[in-house]
């Protein structure tokens, strides 16, 4: 009975995404039916070791309407900001996105390590492995989404399959 209580225990946690609160969507009513307007799934943040007071986090966002992720709150830094990353003459460099993040209707689009991201800077109790960082999502259409990012070495899947980008 062991190993059969073990494979529950993934499939409820699974059921229960207000609960662990790492996945979240925003809701809309379209023709009387409830449909998810913005979609955000596999929330996670770099730690700060050292005493660094900045780091990134990364999210995967998908709307079903199009719409902009314009602003970030985390209780966890002083200030939270969607980054762009560009590389001019071989040199990387990284900048806010001045309308926010543009999410095209139905298209998934991923923050993910060497390209966009959240940057979150004045971070003064350091993150580590382990802690969960809230972060309150707002976009242009007004939805707002919180979610708890966790924080990890290294992208989610990454142990698994080195290709995931
Ligand atoms: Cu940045």
């Known amino acids: 009975m062991r190993p059969l209580a073990l494979l529950a225990l993934p499939l409820l946690l699974a059921a229960c995404q207000s609960e662990n609160r790492t996945a979240a969507s925003s809701e809309t009513t379209v023709d009387g039916q409830t449909v998810a307007e913005v979609q955000v799934t596999d929330p996670w943040c770099r730690p700060t070791p050292n005493g660094m007071t900045m780091t990134a986090c990364y999210v995967t966002l998908a709307s079903s309407t199009g719409d902009r992720l314009s602003s970030i709150i985390s209780p966890r830094a002083a200030q939270s900001m969607v980054h762009a990353v560009s ?16 999410l095209p209707t139905g298209q998934t689009v991923s ?9 979150l800077t ?21 939805a707002q989404i919180a979610l708890e990012a966790p924080v ?3 992208a989610p899947g990454d142990d698994a399959n080195p290709a995931r980008h």
Not at 93 to 99: F, G, N, V
Not at 111 to 119: E, K, Q, R, S, V
């Open 122 to 142: 004045g971070v003064t109790v350091p993150l580590a492995e382990g802690d969960l960082v809230p972060l309150a999502l707002t976009f242009e259409s007004g």
């Open 87 to 102: 590389t001019e003459g071989g040199v990387m460099s990284m900048s806010e996105m001045p309308d926010g993040l543009a």
């Open 111 to 119: 923050l993910a390590p060497g390209g966009d991201h959240i940057m």
């Open 152 to 154: 990890r070495a290294s």
